[in-house]
């Protein structure tokens, strides 16, 4: 396996694992570069190697890729003052919702790693179980940008910019939507004093269930089994919370219709 | 470990996973007694035992516990007509949302055994792992039913009518509407020739990962990010689909306000 030389641009959730999935992997972390100095430095030391403002790009050194996992905002401004020494590495960034031609004006060759996870820096993930989604401007830096990311993880597949954009918009619904249940089905249950743990053993099942069956055939209660009874009682138990009732009532009519059209 | 007598009605989800469940922990399944005389058969052959039609409630054999896991609706109706000659078993239903006063018209000893999860007859779960929640008329039946319930799981707890309400309501955010986000998920994947399958390892991180953080502490995303490009980009994209897009809009601004006051 091949050893690179990397910079990685960004200190937050998805660079912290990157950075670390790469050094684990072998690689050369160069230097960590991010606009928040507190972020950066924590990571530089965990990492062992040199830290750098992001408003200091001339300084970075010369390697083989630069990955830039920054907020989608900061990316245009990176391209904006990208180094002319840093261009003969691939430039990549990791981001579901951007197209690959953010990065064309760079006069680099340019591409994409998306891993479709949920990263916080609390957490430890196996990196090596996290499918990456790699895009390249040539076939040639995409076959550069598929051996990087298949030196991280077992589960690489090419992907277009359109298509990777509708799998970050699905990973929204089954992720980040579905953590946001998990926070208002807690904040329901702390309320009246009972212990959120309970619900844990629902969660986990709920997600195994879907590796086997289809979502549509794994789905229960009240609204795929049409009880009006308990709806109405659900939705009027929410009346002190309109913001709760609103979300209750359009979950159940859009799985009532789905299964009583 | 006594061995009990046990009658159950009802043929669906719940009733065949707890039926399996007493089963196995060496309890004599008498009878199994269902409106939906197809379902019946297949189960009551599973277990190896007699089966009932709803309407011949009077052919019930005696037994020590009646657990009554129908749809809510039936329960009405099985209080109405239930036999002189089972009024020594205790009869219990199963039913998160509703309460125990349902029952108190049976002049029988009555309760509850909530079963905290989600099931489909096509797949097997652990009884043991599932969380358990007790009601009783009295001390006492509330002891024998917690006597039943520690049999077959090792999680079981004391829970008031009003607040098995509240848990259940809770359990229809962190597990119904849940699969309803993934079945949507998986549906935009699938429409864009999108392998849903890649969506599984962010789907079971996004569940474990809350084991051990708070679902506050756990979310990412745009809307936490306050990311307000991607969040209109991607509401842009849903636009052929209204009530998509309308999900969309209320999650990621509940979302945003919760991180955003």
Redesign the interface.
């Known amino acids: 396996m091949p050893s690179y030389r990397i910079v990685i641009i960004g200190a937050g ?1 998805v660079a912290t694992h990157l950075a670390k999935a790469c050094q684990g992997a072998g690689h050369q972390i160069l230097a960590i570069c991010s606009r928040n100095i507190e972020n950066v430095q924590l990571l530089a030391a965990a990492i062992s190697c040199e830290c750098l403002a992001l408003d200091r790009l001339e300084h970075l050194p010369e390697a083989d890729f630069y990955l830039i996992s920054t ?3 900061a990316i245009s401004t990176i391209v904006e003052h990208w180094p002319a020494h840093c261009k003969k590495g691939i430039v990549a960034h990791t981001a579901g ?1 951007i197209p690959l031609g953010i990065l064309s004006s760079m006069q680099s060759r340019v591409g994409v790693i998306y891993p ?5 820096k ?2 430890n ?1 196996d990196f090596q ?3 990456c989604f790699v895009e390249g401007d040539s076939t040639e830096t995409e076959a550069q940008l598929m051996a990087l990311a298949q030196s991280i993880t077992q ?1 690489v ?1 090419p ?1 277009s910019s359109e ?1 990777r ?22 904040g ?2 702390q ?4 212990n ?1 743990d ?28 049409g ?1 009006q ?2 709806l109405h ?2 939705s009027e ?2 009346e002190h919370k309109p ?1 709760l009732q ?3 009532q ?2 159940s009519q ?2 009532y219709q ?1 299964f009583h059209p």
Chains 1, 2 share one sequence.
């Open positions: 959730n907020s989608d905002s919702s479709l996870q949920t990263f916080s609390e957490r993930v179980k996290i499918p589960l597949q992907l298509q954009k509708v799998l970050h918009i699905a990973a929204v619904f089954a992720c980040n939507f579905v953590n946001h249940l998990y926070d208002i089905a807690v329901i249950a309320e009246q004093g009972i959120p309970w619900l844990q053993p629902l969660i986990e099942e709920t997600a195994a269930k879907v590796a086997n069956l289809s979502p549509r055939a794994a789905q229960t209660g009240p609204a795929v089994r009880d009874t308990v009682k659900q138990m929410l913001e609103q979300l209750y359009l979950l859009s799985i789905k």
